[in-house]
């Protein structure tokens, strides 16, 4: 019943910038805790940052102070601000979100399709 859709990557050459945005639709009555996860081939997906509803936020090492997460509840948006991005970055970036539907209890956990990252000269 609720969709996280991805947009923003894309080709960026080493030392760039990308941002990243996630937007909920659907049967949407609150946002708990938004974050953005990737893989690379061959690798695990791993978390990459998260952001709780009280604007708490978490980073991996590997991004600290490239990586900025930040969230929109008017628009119901996470995004993910990259820069000085360097060829390991490259990968699938995944949506993910905790949202609890008009009517429910609790919150469902829901991911989007994800959006390729390709971080090359």
Known sequence: QVQLVESGGGLV???????LSC????????INAMGWYRQAPGKE???VATITSGLRTNVA?????????SRD?????????MNK?????TAVYYCNADIMGRG???????????????VSS
């Open 13 to 19: 050459q080493p030392g760039g910038s990308l941002r």
């Open 45 to 47: 997906r791993e978390l």
């Open 73 to 81: 509840n008017a628009k119901s948006t996470v995004y993910l601000q």
């Open 61 to 69: 090492d590997s991004v600290k102070g490239r990586f900025t997460i």
């Open 23 to 30: 937007a909920a639709s659907g049967s949407v009555f609150r």
């Open 104 to 118: 429910s209890y609790y919150g469902v956990d829901y991911w989007g399709k994800g959006t390729l990252v390709t």
């Open 85 to 89: 991005l360097k060829p390991e970055d």
